[in-house]
C-alpha cells in the first residue's frame, strides 16, 4: 500500500496561525521554522538564552525573543529545536511547568519521546514535524516558493486536532508544498539514527577514510587519493539525489558501471549488511541512547577523543590544501575548511 503525501491542500494553517508559536533554539533548523512561519503569517516567538548568539541574531531577523521559559509560557506550540541532549534539562527546568492543557509540544527528531528523555503533561498534544533536509535548504526553498519534504508523527492526541496541527504546522514552514508523510515517533528515530550511522555518515566517512588510506598505503599520492575517495563523491551523491541508481548510470561511463557492479558488491556484501543489522538492532532495543547519554553525562570524553581522531586525519590536512584552491567553493559561501 503506497505511503500518503499530504500537501497544502489537506492543511489548514488558519488552525494553528492565531496560536503563539515558540521556537526553542535558533540553530539552522530554528531559524528556518521561526522565518518561514513568520512569513506564513504565523505569531513566532524564539525562546533562547538572553544576550545569546541566537537572541542577537533573531533580533537582527526581526523576531520577537524572549527567554525560554517565558516563551513557553506564552505560546501555544512550542517547538523544541536545540540538541537533543539538550531538552531534558531546558524542558524539566523552563518548560513543563509552563504548558497548560490544550497546548502542543513539538519535536522535528523522536529521540527525546521516543526514549523518555521528556515526559509531557497531560492534556497536551505530542507531535513532530521533520524536514527532511538542513535549515538552510528548509529557508531558501521556502523564500523560493518551494518547500523541503517533511515528515510528520503524532504521540499524544490529546485536543483531538494533533493530526491537523501538525499537518498546519509543515505547511507553515514550507513542507507542504514539497509533500509531508506519516510516521510514528518510533519509526522516525530509529531510521534517522540508522540512516546517519550506517550509510550518511559513519558509513560514508569509513568508505571514503578506507578508500583514501587504501591508495596512500599502496604508493599513491595523497592528494590523488582525495580526488578520487572523497573530491569527486559528490558528483555521485548529486546523481544519485536527483534521478536514483538510473540517473548516476546514465551519467558515470561505461567503464566506471562495469566497476560499480563487479566491485562494489566486493567491498558492501553481505557481511557489510550484517553489521548494518548489528547497529540497527543497538538502536532498537536503546543501547545506543544508552550510551550516548552516558557518554554526555561523563563529559563525552570519548566523544571528544573519537572526533579529533578523525579531525587529525591525513585526508583533512590534504583536504585543507585542495579545496583552498577550489573558487568555486568560497562563490557559494562555503569556506574552504
Not at 496560536?19 to 512569513?39: F, T, W
Request: charged fraction near 25%; charge should be negative; include cysteine.
Amino acid at each position: 500500500m503506497a505511503i500518503t503525501i499530504y500537501t497544502d491542500d489537506d492543511a489548514n494553517f488558519d488552525l494553528i496561525k492565531g496560536d503563539p508559536i515558540a521556537i526553542i533554539g535558533y540553530g539552522s533548523q530554528g531559524r528556518a521554522h521561526a522565518m518561514n512561519l513568520k512569513d506564513s503569517g504565523a505569531d513566532v516567538i524564539v525562546g533562547v538564552r538572553k544576550g545569546g548568539k541566537g537572541w542577537n541574531q533573531a533580533q537582527e531577523d526581526g523576531l520577537e525573543v524572549a527567554e525560554v521559559a517565558d516563551a513557553a509560557k506564552r505560546a501555544r506550540i512550542v517547538m523544541m529545536l536545540t540538541p537533543d541532549m539538550s531538552h531534558e534539562d531546558l524542558y524539566t527546568t523552563q518548560i513543563e511547568d509552563n504548558l497548560e492543557e490544550g497546548d502542543a509540544l513539538v519535536f522535528a527528531h523522536g529521540f527525546s519521546i521516543l526514549y523518555g528523555r521528556v515526559k509531557p503533561p497531560k492534556g497536551v498534544d505530542v507531535f513532530l514535524v521533520a524536514p527532511k533536509g538542513p535549515g538552510a535548504l528548509v529557508r531558501s526553498q521556502y523564500e523560493s516558493g518551494r518547500g523541503v519534504p517533511c515528515l510528520f508523527a503524532v504521540e499524544v492526541d490529546a485536543t483531538g486536532k494533533a493530526k491537523d496541527r501538525a499537518l498546519a504546522y509543515a505547511k507553515g514552514i514550507g513542507g507542504g508544498r514539497g509533500g509531508v508523510m506519516e510516521t510514528t515517533f518510533r519509526e522516525e528515530t530509529e531510521t534517522d539514527l540508522f540512516g546517519e550511522q550506517a550509510v550518511l555518515c559513519g558509513g560514508a566517512t569509513e568508505l571514503v577514510l578506507a578508500g583514501f588510506e587504501t591508495l596512500v598505503e599502496a604508493g599513491y599520492q595523497p592528494e590523488i587519493a582525495y580526488y578520487e575517495c572523497l573530491h569527486e563523491l559528490k558528483l555521485i551523491v548529486d546523481l544519485l539525489n536527483e534521478g536514483g541508481l538510473a540517473k548516476m548510470h546514465e551519467f558515470i561511463s561505461e567503464t566506471a558501471k562495469y566497476g560499480d557492479l563487479v566491485s562494489g558488491p566486493r567491498v558492501i556484501n553481505a557481511d557489510t549488511k550484517a553489521r548494518m543489522k548489528e547497529v540497527l538492532t543497538d538502536i532498537q532495543k536503546g543501547k545506543f541512547a544508552h550510551d550516548w547519554i552516558v557518554e554526555n553525562q561523563a563529559g563525552k570524553v570519548q566523544y571528544d577523543r573519537m572526533l579529533q581522531a578523525d579531525l587529525d586525519h591525513q585526508i583533512e590536512e590534504v583536504g585543507r590544501g585542495l579545496r583552498s584552491r577550489m573558487s568555486w567553493m568560497k562563490e557559494k559561501g562555503n569556506a574552504p575548511a
